[in-house]
């Protein structure tokens, strides 16, 4: 993996790790190659057109399963970006079962449209020794099974013995047996254990091996036996769209007794989900309340609401035309349109309902208070959209997000005003003449 990632000409450093993975921890059969990209304005392509060409390049290597990842949007929420999820056995059943139920699941989610991959590190199959401790001829010798237990973790698996202090610093004290002495199988024959009578007897008296295939490790995630999955979504899907098809996988391919739960930032999107849907309520009905407070009518302010629609399905059509995620980035970008694209219609209906208060007829009031503010409001609007321009055409490092910012303002800018200077006079003709239907004509001496 080394050499290949020296033949991509936007990675000039890479490091290799041998015993630790990224998604896998500690492990002698895991590794990781971190490579780091050059700067944006040395290299024309992004990190997904390199993983692309890794892959092709990496294809034919079978002795290793390999997996791209890159780091998360957010440093401390897992180990990749992407989605990341735990498949559950609540059953406490057989390990090899659950690892086929994940090898089913993973099959068919990775047939899904939205999905660029899914995997995980988990493998039942790594080549193990099993130990097996006699212990009724420990009985026999006189000894206890954790004094042989002992001996074999001080000369294999080392043991902390004392401290010395030496040039100010505190130093621990560490015995174990030299790494030529504990790497074989047969180097069990040069250990050995006192017995009662206090003579040395050899270890493998007492233990023996046998070769057979298990996981690496096992965990746990909230109490059930786990299986970590990571994965991504392919170019043109959201992350949101990528957590809609684990659902619908999961309900037609996991057993009964078989969860999923998700971790990372999977698990904090779900989490905050409802809390846009609550966000965005909030700033309309804050909107309609300042709103009726200012005209002093629970009718009035629709006419200014019913127009934000408009903008902001221009900004999810700018978004769609552009290839733009619904990300979090264009959610902040519809809740800043609210006041933007209400700002625009409550100057014309604050100018047409001044002159109807001055005695001027409904539509005639909507159409000169449309006609005075137009100039002003296609000038701020307009200057406001070319001000975006550098972030929707933005390039190197932070594009994305200028895109999707830039992209989804600016149209919802465009289509909000366009539409919404013609949309206002004629809401404001139809919620006024309903109001006045039911609280009748305003009185001038308003205006005073």
């Not at 047939?111 to 009985?139: C, G, H, W």
């Not at 978004?319 to 933007?340: C, E, R």
């Not at 465009?414 to 039911?438: A, D, M, N, R």
Request: charged share 10%; proline share 5%.
């Amino acid at each position: 993996m080394e050499k290949i990632a020296q033949g991509i000409p936007e990675i000039p450093n890479i490091v290799a790790i041998v015993g630790n993975g990224a998604l896998s921890g500690n492990g002698s059969n895991y590794g990781r190659v971190v490579m780091r990209l050059t700067n944006w304005s040395q290299r024309k392509r992004d990190v997904q057109t390199i993983i692309a060409e890794l892959n092709q390049k990496t294809s034919g290597i079978r002795e290793a399963s390999i997996i791209y990842l890159t780091p998360p949007t957010i440093q401390g929420f897992g180990n990749s970006g992407g989605f990341s999820f735990q498949l559950e056995d609540r059953t406490g059943g057989d390990i090899a079962l659950f690892y086929k139920v994940s090898t089913d699941f993973l099959k068919a989610l990775n047939q899904r449209p939205e999905i660029q991959f899914a995997s995980t590190p988990f493998n039942p199959n790594f080549p193990q020794y099993m130990l097996n401790v006699d212990v009724a001829k420990i009985k026999e010798a006189g000894i206890l099974v954790s004094d042989v237990l002992g001996a074999m973790q001080g000369y294999f698996g080392g043991v902390y013995a004392s401290n010395f202090n030496q040039f100010g610093q505190q130093f621990r004290v560490m015995f174990q047996a030299d790494p030529a002495y504990r790497a074989k199988p047969e180097n069990l024959n040069s250990i050995f254990v006192r017995n009662a009578s206090g003579s040395m007897a050899p270890i493998t008296a007492f233990v023996s091996l046998q070769q057979m295939y298990g996981p690496q490790s096992i965990s746990r995630f909230n109490l059930f036996t786990s299986i970590a999955v990571n994965g991504s979504p392919k170019p043109g899907y959201s992350s949101g769209n990528a957590i809609t098809a684990i659902q619908q996988v999961a309900a037609q391919t996991l057993p009964a007794g078989y969860s999923y739960e998700y971790s990372g930032l999977s698990r904090q999107e779900l989490s905050a989900g409802s809390q846009t849907t609550f966000i965005f309520l909030l700033c309309l009905v804050f909107v309609y309340f300042l709103l009726s407070a200012q005209y002093e009518s629970y009718i009035l302010p629709f006419s200014i609401l019913l127009t934000l629609p408009i903008g902001l399905a221009g900004a999810f059509l700018f978004a769609k035309i552009f290839g733009i995620d619904n990300n979090i980035y264009v959610q902040i970008t519809l809740i800043m349109l609210i006041g933007l694209l209400a700002k625009n219609a409550i100057l014309i209906v604050e100018f047409a309902l001044e002159r109807r208060r001055n005695g001027m007829a409904i539509v005639q009031a909507a159409l000169e208070g449309a006609e005075a503010r137009l100039r002003p409001i296609l000038m701020t609007s307009f200057a406001f959209i070319l001000g975006l321009l550098p972030l929707m055409l933005a390039s190197g490092a932070g594009a994305n997000g200028n895109h999707s910012i830039g992209t989804g303002a600016v149209g919802g800018m465009l289509v909000g005003t366009s539409f919404g200077i013609f949309i206002t006079p004629i809401l404001f003709i139809i919620f006024q003449s309903l109001q006045e239907k039911i609280s009748g004509p305003p009185n001038p001496a308003a205006t005073e």
